[in-house]
């Protein structure tokens, strides 16, 4: 079951990652990094990363079944599952990735803070 947090709460939380991957799929690093907290330990490596992806690949991502599964004031979990197939680029393996992300408050706006993945599933 949901936790109890308004629905606007949860839409926040929700919508955050909705955002990062729209933020990917149009390889827009400064809108993407947005959707980062600043305090995240990827925060850093993150940047590169995008810079070296989106200079070698281009990439499309889906996120589907996302479900909130622990919240309170200042952190959220949610559940997921991550389709990312390449439209064009070097080697790389298309893969559905299920995990959880975290969400931290920053300031009054929710904001990815890490990630834990539970499955890699190679499509390919």
């Not at 990363?49 to 909130?68: A, P, V």
């Not at 680029?89 to 300031?107: H, S």
């Amino acid at each position: 079951q949901e936790p109890s947090a308004p629905v606007d709460t949860r839409e926040a939380v929700l919508g955050v990652i909705v955002e990062n991957i729209a933020a990917h799929n149009a390889e827009d690093i400064d809108r993407y990094m947005d959707t980062i907290h600043r305090m995240s330990p990827a925060r850093l490596t993150t940047r590169a990363m995008l810079e070296t992806s989106y200079r070698d690949y281009d990439l499309s991502s889906q996120i589907y079944g996302l479900k909130i599964i622990e919240m309170d004031k200042r952190e959220a979990k949610v559940s997921f599952v991550l389709i990312t197939k390449k439209i064009r680029g070097g080697a790389f393996n298309n893969n559905r990735v299920e995990g959880t992300m975290v969400l931290r408050k920053q300031g009054k706006a929710w904001k990815l803070y890490s990630q834990e993945v539970d499955e890699v599933t190679y499509l390919d």
